[in-house]
């Protein structure tokens, strides 16, 4: 399998990369700095790019088979708008996915964005409540992210996390749609498991799973 990483210097996006390398994949890493990326190995390609670079994101997925996003935007308390970069960059890549005829997308959110499978539940009001309240310019983000997949007609799953700072003890994970109540906490180790895995299971497709440290 082909897959395309952005994010790829991040917690979650090193996982990622490194569970897809140990898997026999061939991964393509969206990068602003290279240096950042530590594993070598023969099956690992570099593109060097910012999220505003049309043509390098093109390159980035013109041969994947999945494109995973682990982007998000930063921890931002103050009220003042600053744009929605992430966001933009998200609609990018899908334009570049287009016009490759690329279908699937994973990506990353929180319960601030809505599924319509959600049910009332600590795990779906509170994670939308506070950002809106505390967070606004990121809360926006992922409403504009939300709207852009939503709209795409790609094959996409949006997994959702809250509170991904858990240790990792060698726990398995669970997830919900929304529709049962999450635990409220997750591994960065297993957000990205469950975005590798979804990259093979259809039944995810279109889904919104809030993932969570079983």
Do not use: C
């Amino acid at each position: 399998m082909n897959i395309t990483i952005f994010g790829a210097t991040g917690a979650i996006g090193q996982l990622l990369t490194q569970f897809a390398l140990e898997n026999g994949d061939f991964v393509t890493v969206y990068v602003r700095n290279p240096e950042k990326i530590k594993q070598k190995h023969s099956n690992l390609r570099i593109v060097k790019g910012e999220l505003t670079n049309t043509s390098a994101i093109e390159t980035a997925v013109s041969e994947a088979d999945v494109v995973i996003s682990t982007l998000g935007p930063g921890i931002d308390l103050s009220r003042k708008q600053k744009g929605t970069p992430i966001a933009d960059g998200h609609n990018r890549i899908v334009k570049a996915m287009k016009k490759f005829t690329k279908k699937r997308l994973i990506t990353l959110a929180t319960p601030a964005l809505q599924s319509e499978d959600d049910k009332k539940s600590l795990s779906t009001i509170l994670p939308r409540i506070l950002p809106k309240l505390l967070m606004p310019n990121g809360y926006a983000e992922m409403k504009k992210m939300g709207e852009l997949i939503k709209q795409s007609n790609l094959d996409w799953t949006v997994v959702r996390i809250i509170n991904p700072n858990i240790k990792y003890n060698g726990q398995s994970y669970g997830y919900s749609f929304g529709d049962q109540p999450a635990k409220m906490s997750v591994s960065r180790e297993n957000v990205a498991k469950l975005m590798y895995d979804a990259a093979r299971q259809h039944q995810l497709i279109g889904k919104m799973p809030i993932v969570y440290n079983d």
